[in-house]
């Protein structure tokens, strides 16, 4: 079974600064996506951006980025120039294109983010 | 565009009793899957069907739980006879062909006394 660790339960950081969120997860397949959606207190789901595991490059939505390290199973979210806005709980996923976890999002605990004017 | 629609946004009910969530998923849409969150297990995956059948139900916690999709545009989820424990946000999520692309609804909070 797949799993996902989040380690930090909670960040916080100053507006305009940035910030970096862990992940890591574990997996025997070699085919996968990684997520990260971001849940604010209208407790609505967001997906932030996604990566998929045979692409070396790492994603990048706007002020979004991440660091994926395929070998470490590492997946990283980092927030440039943090807003008050992005404020809220991020969850780290993981979805595999076969085996058991085929079809399902695991999910990490999730690490509360407060951005700070 | 609507996203995925969930009614009730909020039900609160007494121990016992019935409880059906509903949700529409974004049209066209041909996979649909609900999530139950709560403060001790975080989000997990309960069910998820394509094209209107059941995939895997192997996260639905007990008998007590059912869900249906009877058509394209509708599913449900209902608990009876409902338990304090049950209560959480319940999550219904849809996606295109592409699995992995999971739109999520704004939840349905359920508190049972």
């Known amino acids: 079974a797949q799993t996902v660790t989040q380690s930090q339960p909670e960040m916080s950081v100053q507006e305009a600064e940035t910030v970096t969120l862990s992940c890591t997860y574990d997996t025997s397949e070699n085919n996968y996506y990684l997520f990260w959606y971001k849940q604010p207190p209208s407790r609505q789901m967001i997906l932030v951006i996604r990566?998929?595991?045979?692409?070396?490059q790492n994603a990048t939505e706007n002020r979004f980025s991440v660091n994926f390290q395929k070998a470490a199973k590492s997946f990283s979210l980092k927030i440039s120039d943090s807003q008050l806005g992005d404020t809220a709980m991020y969850f780290c996923a993981f979805w595999g294109a076969g085996g058991t976890s085929y079809g399902k999002l695991t999910f990490g605990q999730g690490t509360i983010l407060t951005v700070h004017p | 565009d609507a996203g995925v629609i969930q009614s009730p946004r909020h039900e609160v009910t007494e121990m016992g009793q019935e409880v059906t969530l509903r949700c529409k998923p974004i049209?066209?849409?041909?996979?649909l899957f609900w999530y139950r969150q709560t403060m001790m297990r975080g989000l997990e995956l309960l069910i998820y069907f394509n094209n209107n059948v059941p995939i895997d139900d192997s996260g639905m916690p007990e008998d007590r739980f059912s869900a249906k999709m009877p058509n394209a545009s509708f599913s449900t989820l209902k608990i009876q006879p409902s338990e304090p424990r049950d209560s959480a946000v319940y999550f219904c999520a849809s996606s295109p062909d592409r699995l992995y692309e999971q739109y999520f609804g704004p939840g349905t909070r359920l508190t049972v006394t």
């Open positions: 990566q998929e595991a045979y692409k070396q």
């Open positions: 049209s066209g849409h041909n996979s």
